[in-house]
C-alpha cells in the first residue's frame, strides 16, 4: 500500500480515536524499566484470555509439607544476601518466588527471628519486577513485625499478602510473571521437602512429593502459554517438562487421578533419589549467583 | 483518486468500530472483595480467579481447573453481581473432554453470591468449574455486553 495511504490512515486514526493525554511528569529510569517490564508482561487486551490457570499459593504448598511433618532445618533456604546478585528480569522474577516459598517455610516452622529479614528481601525484589506496589504500605510491614511471635496472626498476614499480590497481577494482567513466580516457588517449596525429610517423615513427604507432581503439568502448561519467555525461563519450562515427563512415566503412578489419600501416592526409593536429584539440579539454577 | 476512497471507508469503519458501546457490569469493588473474603471464614484464603465474559450472539463455554490437594478441605465463593445476564455454572470432577466424568455441583448465576463447600470425597487433586453462558440476550448491535465472574477458594488442612 502506498505510504501515504498508510500515514493518512495513521493520522486519521490517531485524531479520531484521541491516543490519549501526554504525560509531563518526568520519570527515572527504574520507573520506566518497571513500566516496560509491566507492558512487556502484560497480556493484550482484557479479556483475551485464551487458556486460564489456577495455582495454589506458596503457603499452601509449604502448610501442606509442614502437616506431614516437614522440620525446620537451618540453612537450607536461599540467603538474603543473595538478592543483590541477581541480574537479569528472570532471575529476579524466579527468585521472588523463591523466598516466598522460603518465607512461607520459616512462618509455618516458627522461626520468627527470620522472618523480617527474608519479607525485606521479597520487597526489595517486588520493587525489581513492579509489583512494588503491593508491598508499598507501611502498614503491612509494622503489622507482619506486630505478628511475628503469633503464628495465627502472621499466617493471616501472609494470606493478606498473597491475596492482595493475585489482586494486582489481575488488575494489571500480569499473569504471566506470576506464572514463573509460582515456578520458582514450587521449586523451592520441593526443595525444601526433599532436603529436609528424614527417616521419620520419609514416607509422608514422599507423599506430597508425588502429590506436588500432579500439578506440574498445569506450571508447564501456564510457563508455555507465556509469549515473552526469556532464554532462561524458556529452558526452566523444558526442564520442568522433562520432570514431569519422568514422574508421567512412572509406573507406580498411573492411575494417581484416582487415588483417595496423599498417603496412597507410591514411589520407590530409586526413583524418588531420581526425582530428588532432579529437583535439586533445578533450585540450584534458579538461586545459583 | 482510489488511494483517497481507499482512506475515507477505512476512516468511516474505524469511526463505526469507535462508536460501539461497551457495558461492563463486571463489579469488583471493596464490597464485594470483603464480601468474598468475609465468607472464606474459617478457611484459608487459596486463590482467586475472574472470569471475564464478553457475550456475544452465540453460547460460549469456559472451564477452570482448580488443583487440589489430599486431605484438605475447600470453601468455594462465587460472586456474580458482575453479571447482566444469568449462566449456568456446573462443577465436575473432570474435563469437559471426559465422557464419564461425574457433576458435583449444578447452578445458575441467578444467587449473585453464593458459598459452596464440595465435600471431601469429590475433591482428589482437581475439580473443574464449567461456566456455560448463553447467547447475549441484547439486540443492540451496536452495545457490547460485558461481565465477570468472582471465585474465591479457601482452603483448611
Known sequence: MD?????????????????????????????????????????????????????????????????????????????????????????????????????????????????????KTIKVLSDKIGFGAVFESQDLMEKFERSLGNQDSIINVMIDIQMQTDMFVDENNLQDVTYIIFAGAWVEGMYLGVKASNQENQHMISGRLVEQMTILDNLVRALRSNKNLTEDVEQLSKDLNKLDKFFMRLEENKNSQNIASFRDYKISKEHLAELSEMIIELRTRITKV | ??????????????????????????????????????????????????????????SQFKEVEVPLFHDANYRFVFNTEGLHQDIKIEIYDKPASNSSRKKIYDGTSHERHFVYDPPKSATHNRIYIDYIIPASSNTDASVIDKGCIIFYSGFKN
Open chain 1, 3 to 119: 505510504k501515504k495511504i498508510i500515514a493518512a490512515i495513521c493520522i486519521s486514526t490517531m485524531i479520531m480515536g484521541s491516543c490519549g493525554e501526554a504525560t509531563t511528569e518526568q520519570v527515572s529510569k527504574e520507573e520506566q524499566a518497571q513500566d516496560d517490564l509491566l507492558n512487556e508482561m502484560a497480556t493484550e487486551g482484557e479479556d483475551v484470555e485464551e487458556e486460564s490457570f489456577y495455582l495454589p499459593s506458596a503457603l499452601q504448598i509449604g502448610s501442606i509439607f509442614q502437616k506431614s511433618g516437614l522440620k525446620y532445618i537451618e540453612g537450607i533456604t536461599n540467603s538474603p544476601s543473595n538478592v543483590e546478585q541477581y541480574i537479569t528480569k528472570s532471575q529476579k522474577i524466579l527468585n521472588f518466588g523463591v523466598y516466598s516459598a522460603d518465607l512461607a517455610y520459616i512462618i509455618l516452622n516458627g522461626q520468627s527471628q527470620n522472618a523480617t529479614e527474608y519479607l
Open chain 2, 1 to 58: 483518486m482510489r488511494n483517497l476512497f481507499l482512506v475515507i471507508a477505512l476512516s468511516i469503519s474505524t469511526l463505526a468500530i469507535q462508536a460501539q458501546t461497551v457495558r461492563n457490569s463486571c463489579k469488583w469493588d471493596d464490597a464485594v472483595k470483603k464480601k468474598c473474603k468475609g465468607d472464606l471464614k474459617p478457611f484459608h484464603y487459596y486463590a482467586f480467579k475472574i472470569t471475564k465474559i464478553t457475550f456475544s450472539n452465540k
